[in-house]
């Protein structure tokens, strides 16, 4: 199994009036760790999956726990891997750690169908996703 | 059981490059119908019970299934009830519709602890909030 | 002079790392007020304008003065006034208030550019969005 | 003068109906410089400066002049510099370009005031921001 994991850096505005990061935001950070897959390792930048090929993975299912909470200043590790892949639908697993050793801070699972951007109908997963996201199955 | 519904509108700013509402999005829109309640059923607005009472409730687990996007313009119906409480837990169930009688675009369940701001410790839910979670016990 | 203000809420997770709201969201505030008075002035909500007419009114300068910060659970008043009117450019006015007899929090100008959303082009401000910018004129 | 500029990716969510990026965000684009220049340049990330010594450096006026719409997928450089330094307050100019040498697509003039985070009284700027400021005054 070929590992993928994006830094990203917690911000001054993404905290809440409890002083952590606001929670929905972990799933912003998943996000970018998903743009930043695509861009290294699918080899297609998202704007260009999405703005070129008219094809993009909106969301159906998303569920994330909270183990920690996160502060202005952390220096995330978010890793990525891919749980199952059906014909159109990808279970993304997501590991969001506060240093390179700590234990996960968060962990979630986000399934997202790929979609014809013009129509929103489900399209089977274009070969070169599914070769990437074969290449990041969780496990192997 | 009493019912509670906030009422949310989708900005222009709140859309993705897919063009409909991003899917982290959807946690926030649940978070205001949390802070609204807190101001119209728990009778302490949430920054008071936050920067006064020093009480918050941080998310440990969130999951959401996601129907139908939302688009900019779109005025939602974000209900909130209570699933379960235990004595520093409590479940909240949301669902989100873009018109009274439509089916939910979204559902979800998010588990939050009620702790001490000053230690992050849990504590027992306070009996102002206690009752106003009972009244809205999903089913009753 | 007609006038025209919409009421926006301070929420948990639009404040800083400082306490207080991010100064960029001051901006965002500044917007829902535009979007709410084209619904409630302009008689054509903008999303509607934007997706059905093709037309945007996006901004060449902003500029902003912040007199007070503000703090989460704040029911802002903000008020929105035209400055001058072009032939595609408009001079908004914005000031924004913690209550209603307060003087303002926060000023601001900002000037947008009438386009066509297809080319992003300047075309003339629509006739019927041109009245409701000339009734709201500042010191008429 | 020193020169420095931090790179900023736009993000799948950080543009508008209009398919670009949303305005007030550029503000934040600046706000994310201004807090590498002080991991890179002062020496103390700015949490720590807001955290440990409770100095914080509120905005007091921010203007923009917006020259091209950004995209989902630019790779932005946003450069930083000093036009004033006074007791308390500074002036930070920012200049963000699409590509290393395009000419900019914004630029901005941002006040900010030192000040006491515990009181939000001003205070003189502390001597190791003055002299990191000092090298990277405009023109010099």
Same mark, same amino acid.
């Given at each position: 199994?070929?590992?993928?994991?994006?830094?990203?850096?917690?911000?001054?505005?993404?905290?809440?009036?409890?002083?952590?990061?606001?929670?929905?935001?972990?799933?912003?950070?998943?996000?970018?760790?998903?743009?930043?897959?695509?861009?290294?390792?699918?080899?297609?930048?998202?704007?260009?999956?999405?703005?070129?090929?008219?094809?993009?993975?909106?969301?159906?299912?998303?569920?994330?726990?909270?183990?920690?909470?996160?502060?202005?200043?952390?220096?995330?590790?978010?890793?990525?891997?891919?749980?199952?892949?059906? @014909?159109?639908? *990808? $279970?993304?697993?997501?590991?969001?750690?506060?240093? +390179?050793?700590?234990? !996960? =801070?968060?962990?979630? @699972?986000?399934? *997202? $169908?790929?979609?014809?951007?013009?129509?929103?109908? +489900?399209?089977?997963? !274009? =070969?070169?996703?599914? @070769?990437?996201?074969?290449?990041?199955?969780?496990?192997?």
């Amino acid at each position: 199994m070929a590992r993928y994991a994006a830094s990203v850096k917690v911000r001054f505005s993404e905290i809440d009036r409890a002083g952590i990061v606001y929670y929905p935001r972990f799933f912003h950070y998943f996000h970018i760790a998903f743009e930043e897959f695509f861009e290294d390792r699918v080899g297609v930048p998202y704007h260009r999956l999405i703005d070129r090929d008219r094809v993009g993975f909106p969301t159906v299912h998303a569920e994330c726990d909270y183990r920690e909470p996160l502060e202005f200043g952390d220096v995330l590790r978010v890793g990525i891997s891919v749980e199952r892949i059906g @014909r159109s639908s *990808v $279970v993304f697993l997501y590991r969001l750690s506060r240093s +390179p050793r700590a234990r !996960p =801070a968060a962990e979630a @699972r986000v399934t *997202v $169908v790929c979609v014809d951007m013009d129509t929103f109908r +489900p399209i089977p997963v !274009p =070969a070169r996703c599914r @070769r990437a996201f074969l290449r990041h199955m969780e496990g192997k």
